[in-house]
T-cell receptor, first 114, second 109 residues
Framework: GAGVSQTPSNKVTEKGKYVELRCDPI?????LYWYRQSLGQGPEFLIY????????DSGLPNDRFFAVRPEGSVSTLKIQRTERGDSAVYLC????????????FGEGSRLTVL | GQNIDQPTEMTATEGAIVQINCTYQ??????LFWYQQHAGEAPTFLSY??LDGLEEKGRFSSFLSRSKGYSYLLLKELQMKDSASYLC??????????WGAGTKLIIKP
C-alpha cells in the first residue's frame, strides 16, 4: 500500500483479555518497528524486525507481549492477559534499508484496557 | 546511559521564529532526527543531520554539533498549522532511534 496501515484503529478490552494489533508496512520496507506512546511522551521502543526475524526485542516489557512477522511483511503484536497499564497508542513504523532512521508511521492503534 | 533532553513546552507568535533545543547522549551516534507530531496523529519525519552544521529545508532548519551533543530545530515564519509536538531522536550504534519526550509548540495569533 501507499502508507503504513494499522488495524484496529481503536480497541477497547477488559483486563485479562487477549488482543492482537496488526501492521501492514510500506511495500519493500525491510525494517518494521513497534512502539507505544502515552500522552505527552515520546515513542517507547518495543521491538524491531529486519525481514522475518526480530532483530531487537529488548523493549518488550514482559512475556505477555509478543510479536511476529512470518513472511517479512505484515506484523502482529500480541498482548496476553492485558492490564490497565497496557493502555496506550501502539505505533507501527517501517523504513527502507537505505534510510534506516527515516521512519514512516501508521496512524496507530489506540488500546484501552478497562 | 542514553538520554535525550528537550523542553516540554514552548509558546511562540504567528509569523515569528522559534528554536527548539535538544541535547543527546547515546551509545554511539549515527545521526540526529527531528519528527513532527500533530495531536492525535502519527509522527512524520522532518530532518536528519549526521554532520555538524545547519541543514535548511524551506521554513525549517536543523543544526547539529556532535562535540556538544546538541541540536536545534529552527522554525521561521510560524504558521498556526505548526502547532504540534516536535520530537528529537538520536540514532545509536545499533541504528536504533532513541527518542525524546517531545516539545509541545503552541502558536498564538
Amino acid at each position: 500500500g501507499a502508507g503504513v496501515s494499522q488495524t484496529p484503529s481503536n480497541k477497547v478490552t477488559e483486563k485479562g483479555k487477549y488482543v492482537e494489533l496488526r501492521c501492514d508496512p510500506i511495500s519493500g520496507h525491510t525494517a518494521l518497528y513497534w512502539y507505544r506512546q502515552s500522552l505527552g511522551q515520546g515513542p517507547e521502543f518495543l521491538i524491531y524486525f529486519q525481514g522475518t526475524g526480530a532483530a531487537d526485542d529488548s523493549g518488550l516489557p514482559n512475556d505477555r507481549f509478543f510479536a511476529v512477522r512470518p513472511e517479512g511483511s505484515v506484523s502482529t503484536l500480541k498482548i496476553q492477559r492485558t492490564e490497565r497499564g497496557d493502555s496506550a497508542v501502539y505505533l507501527c513504523a517501517s523504513s527502507s534499508r537505505l534510510k534506516p532512521g527515516e521512519l514512516f508511521f501508521g496512524e496507530g492503534s489506540r488500546l484501552t484496557v478497562l | 546511559g542514553q538520554n535525550i533532553d528537550q523542553p516540554t513546552e514552548m509558546t511562540a507568535t504567528e509569523g515569528a521564529i522559534v528554536q527548539i533545543n535538544c541535547t543527546y547522549q547515546t551509545s554511539g551516534f549515527n545521526g540526529l532526527f527531528w519528527y513532527q507530531q500533530h495531536a492525535g496523529e502519527a509522527p512524520t519525519f522532518l530532518s536528519y543531520n549526521v554532520l555538524d552544521g545547519l541543514e535548511e529545508k524551506g521554513r525549517f532548519s536543523s543544526f547539529l554539533s556532535r562535540s556538544k551533543g546538541y541540536s536545534y530545530l529552527l522554525l521561521k515564519e510560524l504558521q498556526m498549522k505548526d502547532s504540534a509536538s516536535y520530537l528529537c531522536a538520536s540514532m545509536d550504534s545499533n541504528y536504533q532511534l532513541i527518542w525524546g519526550a517531545g516539545t509541545k509548540l503552541i502558536i498564538k495569533p
